[in-house]
């Protein structure tokens, strides 16, 4: 469709090893590309909607850090007024800051997680390994949440990684793992590239995710949710 006010669309030249030529128009010009997430276009698919999260290993071009000695896990999520995501898992050992990661001891390198808008892929946030809380058994909980629904307790002091939602209502949360320790099988390097984390693949480092009333966190934290 013509811009507003009937204006000609702009003459676009192109200069290369070839010399300068005029670009052709498009034959077929869409004011809707292919490709457009489901939050621009209406509702979201089902499977993003569902109050229990899927984490899959994505092909390594499309992760936000591609690195060859990095795995992510991540999975699409659509935010839910007054509700909050909350993620539970065992965290592997990592160096101590300052230390030399060389020599075999922690299970990675370094994790990590981290929130991703979409669709600009924009990072929004994201908390390190260090800053993570665990509990006496090594376990941790992330909860993402817009700023004003966040929980009381979602807190370090309460034990809780806090991760705010972005301005876009459609997000990605993401699992980082960096070179895992030979030794170690069940970090997110374990899982197929395009498959879904399951237990098999990561034991009890396998993410697990859910949508949860902020007033049920804030009354029975991560086991209320679960």
């Known amino acids: 469709s013509m811009p507003a006010g009937s204006l000609g669309l702009p003459t ?21 590309p292919p490709g457009t997430p489901a939050s621009t276009e209406g509702s979201a698919p089902e499977w993003i909607q569902a109050p229990q999260l899927t984490f899959r290993r994505p092909q390594p071009t499309f992760t936000p850090f591609p690195n ?15 509700e909050v995501v ?14 030399s ?26 908390v390190a390994d260090r800053d993570v809380p665990l509990d006496a058994d090594g376990w941790y909980t992330v909860v993402i949440s817009d700023p004003g629904d966040r929980p009381a307790n979602a807190t370090a002091a309460e034990g809780v990684a806090w ?27 374990s899982v197929p590239v395009s498959a879904a984390a399951t237990s098999v693949h990561m034991g009890d480092h396998t993410p697990a995710a859910t949508f949860c009333a902020r007033s049920t966190f804030e009354e029975y934290g991560h086991e209320g949710c679960f």
């Open 12 to 32: 676009v030249e192109i200069t290369d090893e070839w010399g300068t030529r005029v670009a052709e128009p498009c034959p077929h010009p869409s004011n809707t």
């Open 68 to 82: 060859a000695d990095a795995a992510y896990l991540a999975s699409p999520a659509m935010r839910r007024a007054g």
């Open 163 to 189: 991760l705010p939602w972005g301005r876009e209502p459609l997000a990605a949360f993401a699992l980082r793992n960096l070179v895992p320790d030979p030794s170690f099988s069940e970090s997110a390097h």
């Open 86 to 99: 909350v993620i539970r898992g065992k965290a592997p050992t990592f160096p101590a800051a300052g230390t």
């Open 101 to 126: 990661p060389n020599g075999a001891g922690p299970d990675v390198r370094y994790w990590s997680w981290c929130q991703f808008g979409l669709p600009s892929t924009r990072t929004v946030a994201c």
